[in-house]
C-alpha cells in the first residue's frame, strides 16, 4: 500500500477505510443492546420466534469464523486498496454489511417483522453478488479469488438464515385466516434460492459450506421429532452438493481448454 499522503487521501483509500470500519462495526453492532442495557438481545428475540426452519443453537458460532473473514477482508481492502479494484463488488460488499448491521439492530430493539426479512433478504442478495463479482475476474487474479472466498461464508449464512427469518416472521405476524409458506416449501425455496448462489459464485467452497452449515443445523434439530422435515432439508442439502460439484466440474473443463 503506497505511503504517501497523496494515497491516504484518496477516494479509494478512503472508502477502503469505510470498509474496514463496517467490518469492525458489524460484530460490535450484535452486542449493543448487551453493551447498554436496553432493547433485547438477538438471542433471546430468536428464542421467543424460533420456529422449524430455525437451525439448532450451536449452528449460530459460525459467526466466529464469519466476523474474522470480515475483518481480514477488510484488512485486505485497506492494504491492497490500489490493487483491489472491483468498485461493483466492493459496493454490493458494502451494502450488504450495512444491511446485516441495520438487521442486527432493528433485531435487538424492534422485532422479527417484515422489515427485518427485508433487511436480511437484501443482505444476503448483496453479499451473494460481490462474491460473484469478485470471482469473475481471470483465474491468475488470485487476489480477486481469495477475497471472493472471504466474504462466501457470509453470503452462504444469510441465504439460509434469510428463509428462517421468512418462518419466523410469518407466525410472528400471524392473524386469523392468514395464508402462510409452510416448512417444507421453505426449505424448498431456500434450497432453490442456495443453487442459484452455488452457480453465481461459481462453486465457492465456502458459499456452499456456510450453507450446508446451516441446513445441517436444521437436520441436527429435527432428526429425531420431524424426521419428514430432516429428510426434505438432506434432500436440499444433497441438491446444493451435487450442483456446486457440477459447476466447479464445469470450470476445470472450461479452464482447461484455455491452456
Known amino acids: ?17 469505510l470498509d474496514l470500519f463496517l467490518t469492525v462495526a458489524l460484530p460490535l453492532a450484535t452486542q ?4 447498554t442495557g436496553k432493547g433485547r438481545p438477538e438471542v433471546e428475540q430468536a428464542r421467543e420466534t424460533e420456529g422449524p426452519i430455525t437451525p439448532v443453537t450451536g449452528a ?17 481492502r485497506v492494504r491492497s486498496y490500489d490493487e483491489l479494484e472491483n468498485p461493483p463488488a466492493e459496493a454490493l460488499i458494502r451494502a450488504s454489511l450495512v444491511g446485516t448491521i441495520l438487521w442486527s439492530l432493528n433485531a435487538q430493539f424492534k422485532d422479527f417483522g417484515w422489515q427485518s426479512l427485508a433487511l436480511i433478504g437484501a443482505s444476503a442478495a448483496t453479499a451473494t453478488g460481490s462474491v460473484a463479482r469478485f470471482a469473475c475476474p481471470d483465474e491468475s487474479d488470485d487476489l480477486s479469488r481469495r477475497v471472493s472466498y472471504l466474504l462466501a461464508p457470509l453470503a452462504g449464512w444469510l441465504s439460509i438464515a434469510t428463509f428462517a427469518n421468512l418462518d419466523a416472521t410469518q407466525r410472528f405476524t400471524e392473524s386469523p385466516g392468514q395464508k402462510v409458506v409452510t416448512p417444507p416449501v421453505i426449505l424448498a425455496l431456500a434450497t432453490v434460492s442456495t443453487v442459484g448462489g452455488v452457480v453465481a459464485t461459481k462453486g465457492n467452497l465456502a458459499y ?14 429435527h432428526a429425531r421429532r420431524e424426521p419428514a422435515l430432516a429428510a426434505t432439508a438432506s434432500a436440499g442439502l444433497a441438491v446444493v452438493a451435487a450442483t456446486t460439484l457440477i459447476v466447479r466440474r464445469q470450470k476445470e473443463y472450461s479452464n482447461s481448454l484455455l491452456t
Do not use: E, H, N
Open 60 to 76: 449460530f458460532t459460525i459467526w466466529g469464523p464469519i466476523f474474522a473473514c470480515l475483518l481480514a477482508y477488510g484488512v485486505q
Open 32 to 35: 449493543v443492546a448487551t453493551i
Open 208 to 221: 456452499t459450506a456456510a450453507s450446508a452449515w446451516g441446513v445441517g443445523g436444521i437436520i441436527l434439530k
Open 1 to 17: 500500500m503506497p505511503s504517501s499522503r497523496a494515497g491516504s487521501r484518496s477516494p479509494r483509500f478512503r472508502l477502503a477505510l
